[in-house]
T-cell receptor, first 115, second 117 residues
Framework: GQQLNQSPQSMFIQEGEDVSMNCTSS?????WLWYKQDPGEGPVLLIA?????ELTSNGRLTAQFGITRKDSFLNISASIPSDVGIYFC???????????????FGKGTKLSVKP | DTEVTQTPKHLVMGMTNKKSLKCEQH?????MYWYKQKAKKPPELMFV???????INESVPSRFSPECPNSSLLNLHLHALQPEDSALYLC????????????????FGPGTRLTVL
């Protein structure tokens, strides 16, 4: 089946440092989403990307939809302790305009921030 | 308002019990989803409802029975579960299941932590 390769699996960084994570696949995706999940809570949508090459920011977060439509990255600038959590990428499969496009999730990047 | 609510927050049940999980959204979304998530793993899709009709069942055992009474509500009925069914159950909704545009933009609820004894 389709897979998303998300890396790194985990990161230990100092407060104030920038963070970068990415997802790659052999499949073409129509939508890329980035979620953050805190322990015991549901994933919270951070950024949604819809077009190849699109670069979108949400505060200190910036994400890009790769030109090949097979990858995406998420950057977090000047990390703070509340950035701790698991970040998931998700891509929507299916032909554009089709009626059913499920999300495929990456395995997550666990971020730890040292104050 | 981008809120999806789920009740209960926590549920402990025995293998012979019958219980239900409830999910609600008031964003006018016409697609709703149930996911199962084990610790340190990504969410796994269980069911998809599109315009109140079941459109996808990802080979989920019959001890899980979904129901969509109306466009705002989604239930998951549980019966005769096994301990390995213990997990975080997440509900999500999106404007539609359409590929591209806003169809894939799914909003998740806080989840129900289920423990089966």
């Amino acid at each position: 089946g389709q897979q998303l390769n998300q890396s790194p699996q985990s990161m230990f960084i100092q407060e104030g440092e920038d963070v970068s994570m990415n997802c790659t696949s052999s499949s073409i995706f129509n939508t890329w989403l980035w979620y953050k999940q805190d322990p015991g809570e549901g994933p919270v949508l951070l950024i949604a990307l819809y077009k190849a090459g699109e670069l979108t920011s949400n505060g200190r977060l910036t994400a890009q939809f790769g030109i090949t439509r097979k990858d995406s990255f998420l950057n977090i600038s000047a990390s703070i302790p509340s950035d701790v959590g698991i970040y998931f990428c998700a891509g929507q499969l299916g032909n554009y305009g089709g009626s059913q496009g499920n999300l495929i999730f990456g395995k997550g990047t666990k971020l730890s921030v040292k104050p | 308002d981008t809120e999806v609510t789920q009740t209960p927050k926590h549920l402990v049940m025995g293998m012979t019990n019958k219980k239900s999980l409830k999910c609600e959204q008031h964003m006018g979304h016409r697609a709703m989803y149930w996911y199962k998530q084990k610790a340190k793993k990504p969410p796994e899709l269980m069911f998809v409802y599109s315009y109140e009709k079941l459109s996808i069942n990802e080979s989920v055992p019959s001890r899980f029975s979904p129901e969509c009474p109306n466009s705002s509500l989604l239930n998951l009925h549980l019966h005769a579960l096994q301990p390995e069914d213990s997990a975080l159950y997440l509900c999500a909704s999106s404007r539609s299941t359409w590929v591209g545009g806003f169809g894939g933009k799914q909003f998740f609820g806080p989840g129900t932590r289920l423990t089966v004894l």
